[in-house]
Every structure is written in structure tokens, then in C-alpha cells.
């Protein structure tokens, strides 16, 4: 017989429930002053830039900001005395010159030399108390109440009494009081080089590089310390929770490089008057009537047109440039004439009047009964009167007889990004 095996009841087995996995972050890295600074002025702004990282078209001011800051890090940055010469900061300064974001070469030379007159006019007033400071250019990262931060200080000195001096370079426009004594930047600068060196922080400074002055206060007090803390937290929370709403404004949205991707700013209105600061965006936006096609394809169209206006500008002043070399040298040599491979040049030099008062000049015209043969109808001032309400009725009807007033196609450009310091 065989016996039935005996069943042992299944025990049921009760597999532990998988720990929670802590949900992702939305935003892992570091927090700086300025990505705080972008959460508080646009929240949309700072989730385009440092969670989406879409790309920022490159700035003048960024690009001379760290050229020269760059410079001074070197100056500070030697291993021990003496200081570097003035020839050696301003090599070094041309050496690390960052190109990327001028309108033009023109605007890029004054900012190279205009860089140079600050680093001598630095140089002059700093060098017979040069003293190698405790750091150049110090990198911290430190936790605030759970939030990472990064952050880079210019430089900090050590005075006599042990205390410290933090010092931060400023190449932008002028620094009102007000914001010295309020700024986070510093105040973040205070709390980390505290709590990394473990000294005391005996004062802040902005040095205003294009006016060669420094802006210094005191310490800032606990309380403002703890102001920072709390607005380090708020953004931390908000960030984290997802919370990224535009808030639009002309001031800042004429500048924002994010604008075509902003949903404050739906595709199809673009070049619409910018919405109030206090409305949100509307929801939903109709569209451009041709879709999203349409809407990538007018935006490439807008950044072509954009270029190809730039390069007409650009090739203007080359052919400029060029124009007034090859005149020199015809000139030096007492040519008439020069052969390229392809092209060929006459020198016609052009002599023209320069009016030095034009209201006098009309005056003495009208004296000697010589104003109305100068006199011809330009262009402008017939449209104008065309337009003119006040044109008696019969010239308008017999001027209107012999023009047409067309409606032409227009555009007006001007670049996302561009015009602060
Ligand atoms: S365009 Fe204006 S609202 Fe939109 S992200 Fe930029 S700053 Fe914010």
C-alpha cells in the first residue's frame, strides 16, 4: 500500500513588503547663490536651466566677468611673494580672455581694453600692500539643514586680530548700500567660511572693479544668517516639490534665454505684449494655425534671420575695414589703381561738405534769396505729410491721386539675450 504522502499545508510565506525607495529628487546637485537667486526671481526659469539644463546663449558680461576675475585669481593665487608684475596680470589676463558673447570685434576690443584699464588701475592701488590672502577663489560645499550648497568666494583675507575678510569681485554696474547690507551672497559666504575655518568673519566686501572701490560692512548678524537658512529651505522644499510656476514679468522676460520654451510665452505669441507681473499664464493657447511644425519651423526661421542680419552688419564693417586699408596704401604709394585676382579698385576719392550750424546756414541761404533752390521733396517728409490729418482736402486728393499706401511686410529684431551688465 503505498501511503498517501501527507500533505504538509503550504505555509504561506509572507515576503517582507520592499523597503520604500526614497522617491527621486527632483533636483540632486548642489544649490548655489545664483541658482537660489534664479528660483526666487522665476521659478520656471530655474527648472529650464538646472533641471531641463537647456543651453543659455553665451553673454559679453559673463565672458568679461570671468576674464577678469580670472586674472585677479592668478594675482592672488601665487605661491609666495614677490606679486606678480603688472606685464605678467595683464598677460595673463589676455591669455585667458574668453571671447564668447560680444555683439561684435568692436565691442569685444573696448571690453578687453576696458579690462585692462581696470586691472591697472586694481594693479596701482593694490600693489604696495599686497599680501597673499588665506584663499583664492575657495570652493566650499556644506550642508545648510539638509540642503547642499556650492559656492566659490573671491578671495578671503586674514587680518591681524586672526579674523577674517571676505572679499567678492564685482564687474557689473554700480552697488547700491542697500543691497551690500542685504545680500544673500555674502551672507552665505559669511555662514559657510564660518563653518568651514572655523574663524570669524570681521567683514564683507564688494570691490567694484570698474570704479576701483571697495564696499564693506560688518559682519552679518545671526538673524540674517538665519533669514538665509529659512529662504535656503523654502526653495529646497519648492524645488523638491515640483513647484515651477513662470512668473512673467517685462523686466526679466525681455532678458530670459528661455522665453521661447516658457509656458507663460505658448509658441505663436511671440512678439505679443508680454502678460502683466501678477496674471499667470493662460492654460491653454491656441496654437499657430499650421501646429507645432509651424512653431519649430518659425523659430528656426527667426534664429536665420537673426544670423544672417548679423553677418550683413558684420560684413559691412569688415568691407569697411577693408575699404579704408587698401585707401591708405593706394594713398602711401600715390596709386590710382590695384589688381586683385578677381577684382580690381580705383581710387575715387570722395570730397564732401560738412555743415557746421544748419541753423545759421538757412538763415543765410534765405538772405540771399538761395533757399528755394536748395530745396527738393525727400521722401520722408512727403509720407509724412501723406499721413499728415491737418492736409487740406483738395492736396490731399490730388497728392492721393498719385500715390499708393501700401501695407509691406516688417519685422523687428533684436536678440533674447543681451543688454545687462
Ligand atoms: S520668460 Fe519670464 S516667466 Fe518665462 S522662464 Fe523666463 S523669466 Fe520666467
Same mark, same amino acid.
Given at each position: 500500500?503505498?501511503?498517501?504522502?501527507?500533505?504538509?499545508?503550504?505555509?504561506?510565506?509572507?515576503?517582507?513588503?520592499?523597503?520604500?525607495?526614497?522617491?527621486?529628487?527632483?533636483?540632486?546637485?548642489?544649490?548655489?547663490?545664483?541658482?537660489?537667486?534664479?528660483?526666487?526671481?522665476?521659478?520656471?526659469?530655474?527648472?529650464?536651466?538646472?533641471?531641463?539644463?537647456?543651453?543659455?546663449?553665451?553673454?559679453?558680461?559673463?565672458?568679461?566677468?570671468?576674464?577678469?576675475?580670472?586674472?585677479?585669481?592668478?594675482?592672488?593665487?601665487?605661491?609666495?611673494?614677490?606679486?606678480?608684475?603688472?606685464?605678467?596680470?595683464?598677460?595673463?589676463?589676455?591669455?585667458?580672455?574668453?571671447?564668447?558673447?560680444?555683439?561684435?570685434?568692436?565691442?569685444?576690443?573696448?571690453?578687453?581694453?576696458?579690462?585692462?584699464?581696470?586691472?591697472?588701475?586694481?594693479?596701482?592701488?593694490?600693489?604696495?600692500?599686497?599680501? !597673499?590672502?588665506?584663499?583664492?577663489?575657495?570652493?566650499?560645499?556644506?550642508?545648510?539643514?539638509?540642503?547642499?550648497?556650492?559656492?566659490?568666494?573671491?578671495?578671503?583675507?586674514?587680518?591681524?586680530?586672526?579674523?577674517?575678510?571676505?572679499?567678492?569681485?564685482?564687474?557689473?554696474?554700480?552697488?547700491?548700500?542697500?543691497?551690500?547690507?542685504?545680500?544673500?551672497? !555674502?551672507?552665505?559666504? =559669511?555662514?559657510?567660511?564660518?563653518?568651514?575655518?572655523?574663524?570669524?568673519?570681521?567683514?564683507?566686501?564688494?570691490?567694484?572693479?570698474?570704479?576701483?572701490?571697495?564696499?564693506?560692512?560688518?559682519?552679518?548678524?545671526?538673524? =540674517?544668517?538665519?533669514?538665509?537658512?529659512?529662504?535656503?529651505?523654502?526653495?529646497?522644499?519648492?524645488? =523638491?516639490?515640483?513647484?515651477?510656476?513662470?512668473?512673467?514679468?517685462?523686466?526679466?522676460?525681455?532678458?530670459?534665454?528661455?522665453?521661447?520654451?516658457?509656458?507663460?510665452?505658448?509658441?505663436?505669441?511671440?512678439?505679443?505684449?508680454?502678460?502683466?507681473?501678477?496674471?499667470?499664464?493662460?492654460?491653454?493657447?491656441?496654437?499657430?494655425?499650421?501646429?507645432?511644425?509651424?512653431?519649430?519651423? !518659425?523659430?528656426?526661421?527667426?534664429?536665420?534671420?537673426?544670423?544672417?542680419?548679423?553677418?550683413?552688419?558684420?560684413?559691412?564693417?569688415?568691407?569697411?575695414?577693408?575699404?579704408?586699408?587698401?585707401?591708405?596704401?593706394?594713398?602711401?604709394?600715390?596709386?590710382?589703381?590695384?589688381?586683385?585676382?578677381?577684382?580690381?579698385?580705383?581710387?575715387?576719392?570722395?570730397?564732401?561738405?560738412?555743415?557746421?550750424?544748419?541753423?545759421?546756414?538757412?538763415?543765410?541761404?534765405?538772405?540771399?534769396?538761395?533757399?528755394?533752390?536748395?530745396?527738393?521733396?525727400?521722401?520722408?517728409?512727403?509720407?509724412?505729410?501723406?499721413?499728415?490729418?491737418?492736409?487740406? !482736402?483738395?492736396?490731399?486728393?490730388?497728392?492721393?491721386?498719385?500715390?499708393?499706401?501700401?501695407?509691406?511686410?516688417?519685422?523687428?529684431?533684436?536678440?533674447?539675450?543681451?543688454?545687462?551688465?
Amino acid at each position: 500500500m503505498i501511503e498517501s504522502r501527507q500533505t504538509v499545508p503550504r505555509k504561506t510565506v509572507e515576503k517582507a513588503a520592499p523597503a520604500a525607495k526614497p522617491a527621486a529628487k527632483v533636483y540632486s546637485r548642489p544649490l548655489s547663490h545664483s541658482s537660489i537667486s534664479m528660483y526666487l526671481e522665476c521659478p520656471q526659469k530655474f527648472k529650464l536651466k538646472y533641471v531641463d539644463k537647456l543651453p543659455e546663449l553665451p553673454k559679453w558680461f559673463f565672458s568679461f566677468g570671468q576674464s577678469v576675475h580670472k586674472a585677479l585669481e592668478f594675482f592672488y593665487s601665487i605661491p609666495a611673494l614677490p606679486a606678480p608684475t603688472l606685464e605678467r596680470l595683464l598677460q595673463e589676463y589676455k591669455d585667458g580672455w574668453l571671447k564668447a558673447g560680444y555683439k561684435d570685434a568692436e565691442q569685444e576690443r573696448e571690453y578687453l581694453e576696458d579690462g585692462e584699464r581696470i586691472l591697472r588701475e586694481f594693479y596701482a592701488k593694490n600693489i604696495k600692500t599686497f599680501k !597673499l590672502p588665506l584663499f583664492a577663489e575657495y570652493k566650499f560645499e556644506l550642508e545648510v539643514e539638509g540642503v547642499p550648497l556650492l559656492g566659490f568666494v573671491d578671495r578671503i583675507d586674514k587680518l591681524d586680530n586672526g579674523k577674517l575678510h571676505i572679499l567678492d569681485y564685482k564687474t557689473g554696474k554700480a552697488i547700491p548700500k542697500e543691497r551690500l547690507q542685504a545680500d544673500r551672497q !555674502l551672507t552665505m559666504y =559669511q555662514l559657510a567660511v564660518e563653518k568651514l575655518i572655523g574663524a570669524e568673519v570681521e567683514s564683507l566686501t564688494f570691490y567694484h572693479l570698474p570704479t576701483n572701490k571697495e564696499l564693506t560692512v560688518g559682519p552679518r548678524a545671526a538673524a =540674517q544668517i538665519d533669514a538665509l537658512k529659512d529662504t535656503i529651505v523654502t526653495v529646497n522644499d519648492g524645488i =523638491q516639490a515640483s513647484r515651477f510656476d513662470p512668473t512673467p514679468d517685462e523686466g526679466k522676460c525681455r532678458w530670459c534665454d528661455f522665453k521661447p520654451h516658457c509656458p507663460a510665452f505658448r509658441p505663436g505669441f511671440y512678439g505679443a505684449p508680454l502678460p502683466a507681473p501678477a496674471k499667470a499664464a493662460p492654460a491653454a493657447q491656441p496654437d499657430l494655425p499650421g501646429g507645432l511644425g509651424d512653431s519649430a519651423k !518659425l523659430a528656426e526661421l527667426v534664429d536665420r534671420y537673426g544670423d544672417a542680419l548679423a553677418n550683413v552688419k558684420r560684413l559691412e564693417s569688415d568691407a569697411q575695414a577693408l575699404r579704408e586699408e587698401i585707401a591708405a596704401i593706394l594713398g602711401r604709394n600715390g596709386y590710382v589703381r590695384a589688381f586683385g585676382s578677381r577684382f580690381e579698385v580705383s581710387a575715387a576719392a570722395e570730397t564732401r561738405w560738412e555743415i557746421r550750424d544748419r541753423v545759421k546756414l538757412l538763415e543765410v541761404l534765405k538772405r540771399h534769396g538761395l533757399y528755394e533752390a536748395t530745396l527738393k521733396p525727400a521722401a520722408p517728409e512727403v509720407y509724412r505729410l501723406l499721413d499728415d490729418p491737418k492736409l487740406p !482736402l483738395e492736396a490731399r486728393r490730388d497728392l492721393e491721386a498719385l500715390a499708393e499706401k501700401k501695407q509691406l511686410p516688417g519685422l523687428s529684431l533684436k536678440p533674447l539675450s543681451e543688454g545687462r551688465a
